[in-house]
């Protein structure tokens, strides 16, 4: 009964985290999504080590360390991810090289065909 009672618990916890994570998202300004993923990404890092520390103190329980295994996994998938998005939200940013005056891709000078 003990058992039943913890995961309804933890099934609340994740379902109500979901819900107020998507609403609390749903509402950010789209200029701070940048650094709203950077922000992220950093925290996601944690989780991550948190989760190698739990693998490797876990007992001998197969099935927690696949799950933990599983977890590792889609968390780096996460934060490689991330961190690619934002690396090319960032180059969208970053200010175009000037071409130097004259150059015009190849083309001659003469564009009149005439003379």
Known sequence: MI???TL???LSILVLAGFIGF???SKVPNTLHTPLMSGTNAI????LLGGLLVIGLSGNDTFNKVILVI???F???NIVGGFLVTDR????FKAKPKRAKGADD???????GGS
């Open 75 to 77: 968390g780096t998938i």
């Open 71 to 73: 977890a590792i996994a």
């Open 44 to 47: 996601h890092g944690i989780v």
């Open 23 to 25: 609403v609390v998202i």
């Open 89 to 92: 939200m960032l180059e969208m």
């Open 3 to 5: 058992l039943a009672s």
């Open 106 to 112: 190849g083309e001659s000078s003469d564009k009149g």
């Open 8 to 10: 309804t618990t933890n």
